[in-house]
């Protein structure tokens, strides 16, 4: 059974930055791709930014040079570094990993970011 752990979420002021983490119950070398994603209120849920088994890495135009994600795979974990975060980044961000023909989704965790 996949499950998908994300924390790190919070209230920060514009300007400022969060790492979120999301913690695999499996090796995380077996998703492909995995990545974040983001739904704020009143619309539709968006991809943030994902990387391949390969490594190569997509970002939402919205995010480029501002978010970075990463992964550790000892630890079963990827991260998604937030810079220069702005109120309209304020969402719930859910990690989701494929695997097979299944794709798995983490709870959520919420970011807020005021003005």
């Known amino acids: 059974q996949v499950q998908l752990v994300e924390s790190g979420g919070g209230l920060v002021q514009a300007g400022g930055s969060l790492r979120l983490s999301c913690a695999a119950s499996v090796s995380i070398f077996s998703f492909n791709p995995m990545g974040w994603y983001r739904q704020a209120p009143g619309k539709q849920r968006e991809l943030v930014a994902t990387f391949t088994r390969g490594g190569t890495t997509n970002y939402a135009d919205s995010v480029k040079g501002r978010f970075t994600i990463s992964r550790d795979n000892a630890k079963n974990t990827a991260y998604l570094q937030m810079n220069s975060l702005k109120p309209e980044d304020t969402a719930v961000y859910y990690c989701?990993?494929?695997?097979?023909?299944?794709?798995?989704w983490g709870q959520g965790t919420q970011v807020t970011v005021s003005s």
């Open positions: 989701k990993a494929n695997w097979g023909a299944q794709d798995y």
